[in-house]
């Protein structure tokens, strides 16, 4: 069973930066990038950022790019998300997880989430 720990989220004012990080244990996929996702107050999980295994390649959704910076620490198990210059639109709770694509279209590699830590972004 593997374990996704997320964890640095809080209330932090428009323009504010925040970082998040997800602590991974227990079984670890090395076939899937890992990726972060969040959900706004009343709405669905939609991806935010992924990175490869190594780190060399990012990829972000358009909300975000040039803000945000997904960065891994694979020693530490451990991947995290910058947020800057963060925006009321920005409030969400964030999740990690493994990842993997088609088509475009990113996706929970695990089938399994872990219990998100809440970004509040206030205006």
């Known amino acids: 069973q593997v374990q996704l720990v997320e964890s640095g989220g809080g209330l932090v004012q428009a323009g504010g930066s925040r970082r998040l990080s997800c602590a991974a244990s227990?079984?670890?996929?090395?076939?899937?990038?890992m990726g972060w996702f969040r959900q706004a107050p009343g709405k669905g999980r939609k991806f935010v950022a992924a990175?490869?295994?190594?780190?060399?390649?990012?990829y972000y959704t358009d909300s975000v790019k040039g803000r945000f910076i997904i960065s891994r620490n694979n020693a530490k198990n451990t991947v995290y998300l910058q947020m800057n210059t963060l925006k009321p639109e920005d409030t969400a709770v964030y999740y990690c997880?493994?990842?993997?694509?088609?088509?475009?279209?990113?996706?929970?590699?695990?089938?399994?989430w872990g219990q998100g830590t809440l970004v509040t972004v206030s205006s």
């Open positions: 997880a493994p990842v993997t694509n088609q088509w475009g279209s990113w996706t929970n590699a695990l089938g399994a």
């Open positions: 227990g079984r670890t996929f090395s076939d899937s990038f």
């Open positions: 990175v490869s295994w190594r780190g060399g390649s990012t």
